[in-house]
């Protein structure tokens, strides 16, 4: 039989041969580290401030408090609520007595004179279902610390795209507003990250000619509900110190639950140093 080290039990009983009879029967077949009151008075204060209690085996008829007041007020208490109770008596033998015990929260009810190893089979027991619950949330925590790590490895890795890829990448909201930027933007605007963030986009970028300029994030919207993306659009950034920068820009709708834009996501590649020709198959841009 195993012997359980490592697992705590308190025994609470009135009468010191009760408590020294039952310590004697346990010590013989396992290793844990028993406690022991004498009222359940005593019950409650060692329970509430000894950690690492696994189990608690209380006698029900004792003066003052009962087994059934203390069990009561061990199951309101947050740090003792998930404590199992075992229920020892030689008095309260009835089913109703039984039944009360299971309502104030018994996770066993036993009646006295009670054969050695079916009490040891009983606390056994309930160490096995504590260990096996234990290694599950050993499991789970690893499981859980580990799709964590996996996360946060994959939200570093894409920061790291955003931060290093070469095109702008803005963020704004349904309403034109910019949300964030990665440093390529912050580098072409002349703007820092804190500064960019709650500006316009009409602040920073303006189409062709002065009628879309005015009116693009009506007819963006407007675009993107019906096709989700806009690419390659000719387009140019207005920097910190005015002077216009070109950019070739895509445009992508974000959308909620609802179906509704909540966020556009705006990649510019910067055109300096490229010239439009013209060709039989239309408009090109080359390098300069």
Not at 138 to 165: F, G, P, S
Request: include cysteine.
């Amino acid at each position: 039989m195993r012997r359980y080290p490592g697992f705590k039990l308190l025994i609470v009983d009135d009468h010191e041969h009760n408590l020294f009879t039952l310590r004697s029967l346990i010590q013989a077949h396992m290793d844990v580290e028993i406690l022991e009151a004498i009222s359940g008075r005593q019950a409650l204060e060692i329970a509430t401030h000894e950690p690492g209690i696994d189990l608690i085996v209380l006698d029900v008829q004792m003066p003052e408090l009962d087994g059934f007041q203390t069990a009561s007020m061990l199951k309101v208490r947050k740090k003792t609520r998930d404590i199992p109770v075992i229920f020892l008596t030689a008095a309260y033998k009835t089913a109703d007595f039984q039944q009360k015990g299971y309502e104030v929260g018994a996770a066993d009810y036993l009646l006295k004179p009670i054969e050695d190893n079916q009490l040891i089979n009983k606390i056994s027991t309930y160490f096995r279902l504590i260990e096996k619950e234990r290694e599950m949330n050993r499991v789970l925590e690893q499981k859980v610390a580990e799709r964590t790590a996996e996360l946060h490895q994959a939200k570093q890795h894409l920061e790291n795209i955003i931060d290093y890829m070469g095109e702008a990448l803005l963020v704004l909201d349904r309403d034109g507003l910019i949300q964030s930027t990665n440093p390529a933007a912050q580098r072409m605007l002349d703007y820092s990250a804190t500064a960019l963030v709650g500006m316009s986009i009409g602040d920073v970028f303006e189409e062709e000619g002065d009628e879309e300029a005015g009116a693009f994030m009506g007819t963006w919207l407007e675009a993107l509900v019906r096709v989700g993306v806009l690419s390659q659009i000719e387009a140019r950034f207005i920097t910190k110190e005015g002077r216009r920068l070109p950019i070739l820009l895509s445009r992508t709708a974000v959308k909620d639950e609802q179906g509704e834009i909540s966020d556009i996501i705006c990649i510019a590649k910067d055109m300096s140093g490229y010239v439009k020709t013209a060709g039989r198959s239309g408009e090109a841009i080359v390098a300069d």
